[in-house]
């Protein structure tokens, strides 16, 4: 036997509430009485009775139009009465479901819900405490092993493809060459951030020898560098593929236009870059008195601007000893490989994604806000080749983590990053999936508002 509950707004006799418990409790002895000596006995039970509603309204179920039902003068004639509906365990399930959002509409509701501009409900020292203590420690022997591994790769390559010279293998050659170039730049890319050791010293040395080799001017580019990492996602303020304002895209000639927007030529921007930067800023790499630095790093400038002229130096002499063709097969091809290796991997993790990630401008813009805008890509087997440099959310969070052991501290933050961060869509062995994803943001991804706090890419 059940009572059927008073709702709040019933409640408007004059007798006071305690005694309609009182009363409750009198009957539930005889109730629980009953129902125990019928289970005993086999007999079906009688029908089950309802305490009519004193006052108010009540509705046949949750989604039907209420109806009053008769009032009685007080609690001392409470009568019997049938019930208006009761509704079965599967129309209950499925209005609990509706209610709290449980079922797969509820689900594809949240998921529209989803605002990536948000803020987000973490911290930076959230995720950080995520990441177990290990990801932070530098191996310097192991880093080097990495060094010592491309260097050899390269030089093997190099010996290998004038010794069989021939036309059907310099093309394999090049590519080969040009991804190991770009391994060599990422490297010396950890050694900028002080993730390859602790030993400053050290990080510069080889800094130096892997990019300077390169034609990269290892602390010119070191500090363009931080500057991107400490402003990512800034419209104005950030260093690398920062996004045009509508202005300066509307000044902008068609050399111009067609230099950051045509495929395939975004892919060799990077030397120009160097010497001249992004399109609405101004200064140079290789100029210890460019905006790009402050005076007390005029003198780290000027020494890289050194040992890349001394690297290009040795190419000159290289190319009267063994002939500008050998030269330019092999270092000058296999360079251009490179140079388009940095410009579309920079570019992915900035850039395509299938929803429009934010940009931000004033008070909406923090560094962790920023950070989350970039992208994890998967590049199959470039992954270990280029030292997962696709890894790049928390490569951006916590640039001091060294490169092998991104992947373990990505795994263990993603709980607490939530939808933030995006999973990378899943490579064959060689990332051709991405080439679509760059074109087709080529033709997207222009340029943002004039104002705005919270911006998003337009065309």
């Not at 009761?86 to 209950?92: G, I, T």
């Not at 950890?190 to 130096?208: A, E, I, M, R, T």
């Not at 994604?353 to 470039?382: A, N, V």
């Amino acid at each position: 036997m059940l009572l059927s509950p008073l709702l709040p707004n019933q409640v408007t006799c004059q007798e006071p509430l305690s005694f309609f418990f009182l009363r409750t409790f009198e009957l539930l002895p005889g109730i629980l009485m009953e129902s125990f000596l019928i289970s005993k006995s086999g007999l079906k039970p009688l029908p089950r009775f309802y305490i009519r509603p004193i006052t108010g309204l009540v509705p046949r179920n949750y989604f039907s139009k209420p109806r009053f039902l008769h009032t009685s003068k007080c609690f001392s004639d409470l009568k019997v009465t049938t019930p208006l509906k009761v509704a079965s365990v599967e129309e209950a399930e499925e209005i609990n479901e509706r209610m709290h959002g449980i079922n797969k509409l509820g689900e594809q509701e949240e998921e529209t819900r989803f605002d990536p501009a948000a803020p987000p409900p973490f911290n930076l020292a959230d995720v950080r405490a995520t990441i177990p203590q290990h990801c932070w420690v530098k191996d310097p022997w192991k880093s080097m092993s990495y060094v010592v591994r491309d260097v050899t790769l390269v030089l093997s390559l190099a010996a290998a493809v004038v010794y069989v010279n021939n036309c059907l293998v310099w093309p394999l050659y090049w590519v080969a060459q040009g991804t190991m170039f770009w391994a060599l730049f990422v490297l010396g890319h950890d050694c900028g951030h002080g993730s390859f050791s602790n030993n400053p010293k050290l990080n510069s040395l080889v800094g130096h020898l892997l990019h300077s080799s390169i034609l990269v001017p290892y602390h010119g580019w070191r500090i363009s560098h931080r500057i991107h990492h400490q402003n990512q996602g800034h419209v104005e303020n950030d260093e690398s593929w920062h996004p045009l304002t509508e202005k300066i895209y509307m000044s902008l000639d068609n050399n111009e236009l067609t230099w950051r927007f045509k495929f395939p030529f975004p892919l060799l921007v990077f030397p120009f870059y160097l010497w001249g930067r992004s399109p609405g800023k101004t200064g140079s790499h290789f100029d210890p008195n460019s905006e790009l630095f402050v005076p007390s790093e005029r003198k780290d400038v000027i020494t890289s601007s050194l040992c890349w002229t001394a690297m290009a130096a040795i190419l000159v002499g290289l190319g009267f000893t063994m002939g500008p063709m050998l030269l330019l097969k092999l270092y000058g091809v296999p360079y251009w490989i490179f140079v388009i290796w940095l410009d579309f991997v920079t570019y992915m993790h900035h850039h395509g994604h299938q929803d429009k990630l934010p940009w931000y401008r004033g008070k909406e813009w923090s560094y962790l806000r920023g950070g989350l805008t970039t992208l994890d890509r998967d590049y199959g087997w470039m992954n270990n080749i280029h030292h997962d440099i696709g890894t790049h959310v928390i490569h951006h969070l916590f640039p001091q983590i060294p490169h092998y052991l991104l992947i373990e501290a990505t795994k263990a933050a993603k709980p607490v990053l939530g939808k933030y961060y995006r999973e990378p869509e899943r490579s064959g062995p060689l990332p051709f999936h991405l080439i679509g994803v760059f074109i087709r943001s080529l033709k997207e991804d222009h340029y943002v508002s004039d104002t705005g706090d919270v911006v998003y890419y337009q065309n």
